[in-house]
Protein backbone atom coordinates (compact mmCIF):
# COMPACT_ATOMS: atom_id res chain seq x y z
CA UNK A 1 0.00 0.00 0.00
CA UNK A 2 2.70 2.17 0.72
CA UNK A 3 4.50 1.80 -2.23
CA UNK A 4 1.68 2.55 -4.40
CA UNK A 5 0.98 5.36 -2.47
CA UNK A 6 4.37 6.76 -2.90
CA UNK A 7 4.49 6.17 -6.62
CA UNK A 8 0.92 8.10 -7.25
CA UNK A 9 2.57 10.88 -5.30
CA UNK A 10 5.61 11.05 -7.68
CA UNK A 11 3.57 10.71 -10.70
CA UNK A 12 1.46 13.76 -9.62
CA UNK A 13 4.10 15.59 -9.00
CA UNK A 14 5.69 15.02 -12.37
CA UNK A 15 2.07 15.80 -14.05
CA UNK A 16 1.86 19.06 -12.02
CA UNK A 17 5.71 20.59 -12.88
CA UNK A 18 6.87 23.44 -9.99
CA UNK A 19 7.11 26.67 -11.37
CA UNK A 20 10.12 28.66 -11.83
CA UNK A 21 12.16 24.87 -11.44
CA UNK A 22 14.29 24.22 -14.41
CA UNK A 23 13.70 27.79 -16.11
CA UNK A 24 15.43 30.75 -15.44
CA UNK A 25 14.48 34.02 -16.86
CA UNK A 26 16.96 33.95 -18.87
CA UNK A 27 15.78 30.37 -20.66
CA UNK A 28 11.95 32.28 -20.73
CA UNK A 29 13.53 35.59 -22.81
CA UNK A 30 15.48 33.35 -24.76
CA UNK A 31 12.50 31.16 -25.76
CA UNK A 32 9.96 34.16 -25.77
CA UNK A 33 12.78 35.75 -28.79
CA UNK A 34 13.04 32.69 -30.48
CA UNK A 35 9.18 32.79 -30.50
CA UNK A 36 9.14 36.11 -31.86
CA UNK A 37 11.81 36.14 -34.39
CA UNK A 38 9.10 33.55 -36.46
CA UNK A 39 7.23 35.50 -38.92
CA UNK A 40 3.89 34.12 -37.74
CA UNK A 41 4.40 34.19 -34.47
CA UNK A 42 5.31 38.12 -34.59
CA UNK A 43 2.10 38.65 -36.60
CA UNK A 44 0.28 37.11 -34.56
CA UNK A 45 0.67 38.51 -31.39
CA UNK A 46 0.43 42.22 -33.28
CA UNK A 47 -2.67 41.36 -34.50
CA UNK A 48 -4.29 39.55 -30.90
CA UNK A 49 -1.92 40.15 -28.58
CA UNK A 50 -3.98 44.04 -27.95
CA UNK A 51 -8.05 41.94 -28.22
CA UNK A 52 -6.52 39.83 -25.43
CA UNK A 53 -5.60 42.01 -23.15
CA UNK A 54 -9.17 43.67 -23.19
CA UNK A 55 -10.98 40.13 -23.15
CA UNK A 56 -8.94 39.84 -19.92
CA UNK A 57 -10.01 43.35 -18.39
CA UNK A 58 -13.07 42.61 -18.50
CA UNK A 59 -13.04 39.65 -16.64
CA UNK A 60 -10.88 41.50 -14.15
CA UNK A 61 -8.24 38.98 -14.91
CA UNK A 62 -4.10 40.21 -15.56
CA UNK A 63 -2.78 39.78 -18.57
CA UNK A 64 -0.55 38.72 -19.65
CA UNK A 65 -1.57 35.93 -17.92
CA UNK A 66 0.03 33.63 -14.83
CA UNK A 67 -2.10 30.73 -14.94
CA UNK A 68 -4.37 29.32 -17.59
CA UNK A 69 -6.38 26.08 -18.51
CA UNK A 70 -8.00 24.93 -21.72
CA UNK A 71 -10.74 22.89 -21.22
CA UNK A 72 -12.02 20.85 -24.62
CA UNK A 73 -15.46 19.23 -25.04
CA UNK A 74 -15.49 16.86 -27.78
CA UNK A 75 -18.98 16.41 -28.49
CA UNK A 76 -19.38 20.26 -28.58
CA UNK A 77 -16.44 20.80 -30.96
CA UNK A 78 -15.47 23.14 -28.43
CA UNK A 79 -12.59 24.33 -26.27
CA UNK A 80 -12.71 26.64 -23.40
CA UNK A 81 -10.35 29.54 -22.24
CA UNK A 82 -9.83 29.82 -18.50
CA UNK A 83 -7.71 32.07 -16.03
CA UNK A 84 -7.10 33.28 -12.98
CA UNK A 85 -5.01 35.77 -11.45
CA UNK A 86 -3.32 34.07 -8.39
CA UNK A 87 -3.35 29.91 -6.75
CA UNK A 88 -5.75 31.13 -4.14
CA UNK A 89 -8.43 32.52 -6.26
CA UNK A 90 -11.13 30.73 -8.71
CA UNK A 91 -10.52 30.37 -12.48
CA UNK A 92 -13.06 32.45 -14.78
CA UNK A 93 -14.03 31.59 -18.28
CA UNK A 94 -12.76 34.49 -20.72
CA UNK A 95 -13.60 32.84 -23.61
CA UNK A 96 -14.75 30.00 -25.48
CA UNK A 97 -13.44 28.53 -29.24
CA UNK A 98 -14.68 26.43 -31.83
CA UNK A 99 -12.89 23.27 -33.33
CA UNK A 100 -13.57 23.79 -36.88
CA UNK A 101 -12.72 19.61 -37.03
CA UNK A 102 -12.69 16.29 -35.22
CA UNK A 103 -12.22 12.38 -36.43
CA UNK A 104 -12.62 9.59 -34.80
CA UNK A 105 -15.47 8.67 -32.37
CA UNK A 106 -15.99 10.03 -28.43
CA UNK A 107 -13.81 7.54 -26.39
CA UNK A 108 -10.34 7.66 -25.38
CA UNK A 109 -7.37 7.39 -27.77
CA UNK A 110 -6.09 3.70 -27.08
CA UNK A 111 -3.78 3.09 -30.60
CA UNK A 112 -1.78 4.74 -33.21
CA UNK A 113 -3.85 5.28 -36.37
CA UNK A 114 -6.86 4.87 -34.71
CA UNK A 115 -7.91 8.57 -35.46
CA UNK A 116 -9.17 9.32 -32.62
CA UNK A 117 -8.84 12.75 -30.67
CA UNK A 118 -7.27 11.90 -26.92
CA UNK A 119 -9.36 12.37 -23.60
CA UNK A 120 -8.22 12.61 -20.17
CA UNK A 121 -5.85 15.61 -18.32
CA UNK A 122 -2.83 16.68 -20.75
CA UNK A 123 -1.06 20.11 -20.86
CA UNK A 124 1.33 21.70 -23.83
CA UNK A 125 4.03 20.37 -24.36
CA UNK A 126 5.92 22.89 -26.82
CA UNK A 127 5.08 25.24 -29.61
CA UNK A 128 5.87 24.88 -33.15
CA UNK A 129 6.27 28.36 -35.19
CA UNK A 130 7.19 26.48 -38.34
CA UNK A 131 4.29 23.92 -38.64
CA UNK A 132 2.69 23.10 -41.62
CA UNK A 133 -0.64 23.70 -39.93
CA UNK A 134 0.07 27.48 -39.81
CA UNK A 135 0.97 27.55 -35.78
CA UNK A 136 0.87 23.85 -33.51
CA UNK A 137 1.51 23.31 -29.89
CA UNK A 138 2.11 19.75 -28.71
CA UNK A 139 0.12 17.96 -26.00
CA UNK A 140 2.03 15.50 -24.03
CA UNK A 141 0.11 12.71 -25.59
CA UNK A 142 0.47 9.72 -24.25
CA UNK A 143 0.29 9.96 -20.60
CA UNK A 144 0.69 7.84 -17.65
CA UNK A 145 -2.74 6.86 -17.98
CA UNK A 146 -2.40 6.27 -21.87
CA UNK A 147 0.63 4.15 -21.63
CA UNK A 148 -1.14 1.74 -19.07
CA UNK A 149 -4.17 1.95 -20.61
CA UNK A 150 -4.09 -2.53 -20.85
CA UNK A 151 -3.62 -2.06 -24.89
CA UNK A 152 -0.34 -3.64 -26.24
CA UNK A 153 -0.64 -1.13 -29.49
CA UNK A 154 1.54 1.67 -30.31
CA UNK A 155 0.10 4.68 -29.13
CA UNK A 156 1.19 7.02 -31.84
CA UNK A 157 1.16 10.57 -30.88
CA UNK A 158 1.90 14.21 -32.52
CA UNK A 159 -1.43 15.16 -31.37
CA UNK A 160 -1.69 19.41 -31.52
CA UNK A 161 -3.79 21.91 -30.99
CA UNK A 162 -3.08 23.88 -34.67
CA UNK A 163 -4.30 25.89 -37.76
CA UNK A 164 -5.27 24.69 -40.83
CA UNK A 165 -8.75 23.04 -39.99
CA UNK A 166 -8.05 19.41 -41.15
CA UNK A 167 -7.26 16.74 -38.43
CA UNK A 168 -6.44 12.92 -38.21
CA UNK A 169 -6.77 13.46 -34.11
CA UNK A 170 -5.82 16.26 -33.71
CA UNK A 171 -8.01 19.70 -32.37
CA UNK A 172 -7.57 21.87 -35.49
CA UNK A 173 -8.29 25.63 -35.14
CA UNK A 174 -8.84 28.35 -38.24
CA UNK A 175 -5.64 29.80 -39.03
CA UNK A 176 -7.46 33.31 -37.19
CA UNK A 177 -8.12 30.90 -34.23
CA UNK A 178 -4.94 29.19 -33.55
CA UNK A 179 -2.99 32.65 -34.07
CA UNK A 180 -4.87 33.87 -31.09
CA UNK A 181 -4.59 30.78 -28.82
CA UNK A 182 -1.16 30.56 -29.57
CA UNK A 183 -0.71 34.36 -28.67
CA UNK A 184 -2.26 33.49 -25.03
CA UNK A 185 -0.53 30.32 -24.53
CA UNK A 186 2.89 31.76 -25.13
CA UNK A 187 2.18 34.95 -23.46
CA UNK A 188 1.40 32.58 -20.42
CA UNK A 189 4.43 30.61 -20.85
CA UNK A 190 6.67 33.55 -21.05
CA UNK A 191 4.96 35.10 -17.92
CA UNK A 192 5.95 31.87 -15.96
CA UNK A 193 2.95 29.27 -16.14
CA UNK A 194 5.71 26.02 -17.01
CA UNK A 195 2.24 23.86 -17.77
CA UNK A 196 -0.77 24.21 -19.75
CA UNK A 197 -3.62 22.00 -18.56
CA UNK A 198 -5.61 21.23 -21.41
CA UNK A 199 -8.49 18.56 -20.09
CA UNK A 200 -10.35 16.99 -22.62
CA UNK A 201 -13.95 15.68 -22.01
CA UNK A 202 -16.19 13.81 -24.83
CA UNK A 203 -18.72 15.98 -23.81
CA UNK A 204 -19.90 18.35 -20.87
CA UNK A 205 -20.83 15.55 -18.25
CA UNK A 206 -23.39 17.02 -16.45
CA UNK A 207 -26.19 14.62 -15.87
CA UNK A 208 -27.72 15.26 -19.16
CA UNK A 209 -24.14 14.56 -20.76
CA UNK A 210 -23.85 11.20 -18.81
CA UNK A 211 -26.93 10.19 -19.76
CA UNK A 212 -26.09 11.08 -22.97
CA UNK A 213 -23.08 8.77 -23.08
CA UNK A 214 -24.83 6.06 -21.43
CA UNK A 215 -27.56 5.79 -23.80
CA UNK A 216 -25.70 5.72 -27.05
CA UNK A 217 -22.61 4.25 -25.99
CA UNK A 218 -24.26 0.95 -24.25
CA UNK A 219 -21.86 -0.80 -26.57
CA UNK A 220 -18.64 0.74 -25.13
CA UNK A 221 -18.23 -0.46 -21.25
CA UNK A 222 -14.29 0.52 -21.44
CA UNK A 223 -15.39 3.81 -21.82
CA UNK A 224 -18.20 4.11 -19.63
CA UNK A 225 -15.67 2.89 -17.43
CA UNK A 226 -13.08 5.47 -18.09
CA UNK A 227 -15.63 8.51 -18.43
CA UNK A 228 -16.72 7.57 -14.49
CA UNK A 229 -13.22 8.40 -13.78
CA UNK A 230 -13.18 11.98 -15.55
CA UNK A 231 -16.49 12.45 -13.39
CA UNK A 232 -15.14 14.03 -10.29
CA UNK A 233 -12.34 15.88 -11.96
CA UNK A 234 -15.02 17.76 -13.81
CA UNK A 235 -17.57 18.21 -11.02
CA UNK A 236 -15.36 19.60 -8.49
CA UNK A 237 -14.15 22.44 -11.41
CA UNK A 238 -17.85 22.99 -12.16
CA UNK A 239 -18.59 23.45 -8.39
CA UNK A 240 -15.42 25.72 -7.01
CA UNK A 241 -13.51 26.51 -10.51
CA UNK A 242 -10.24 25.01 -9.16
CA UNK A 243 -8.32 22.40 -10.37
CA UNK A 244 -7.50 19.18 -8.90
CA UNK A 245 -4.25 17.50 -8.73
CA UNK A 246 -3.63 15.07 -11.49
CA UNK A 247 -2.76 11.43 -10.15
CA UNK A 248 -2.64 7.92 -11.13
CA UNK A 249 -2.83 4.63 -9.58
CA UNK A 250 0.32 2.39 -10.42
CA UNK A 251 -1.90 0.58 -13.21
CA UNK A 252 -2.64 4.24 -15.11
CA UNK A 253 -6.14 5.17 -13.66
CA UNK A 254 -6.89 8.83 -13.07
CA UNK A 255 -7.62 9.13 -9.54
CA UNK A 256 -10.04 11.66 -8.27
Not at 8 to 15: A, M, P, R
Not at 79 to 89: C, G, H, I, K
Request: a positive charge; glycine letters at 8%.
Amino acid sequence: MKTGLLRITIICILILGVPGIGRSQNDAQNFKNFQMSCQRVSEAWKKYNDSLAKDFKKKNVAYPPKDIFLRVFKAQNEMELWSRNNESSEFKLIKTYRICALSGVLGPKRAEGDRQVPEGYYFIDDFNPKSDYYLSMLLNYPNYCDNQSGMKAKKGGDIYIHGGCVTVGCMPMTDEGIQEIYTLCLNAKCNGQENIPVHIYPTRMSKKGMDYLERECVNYPESQKFWASLKNEYDYFEKCHKLLPVMYTPDGKYVN
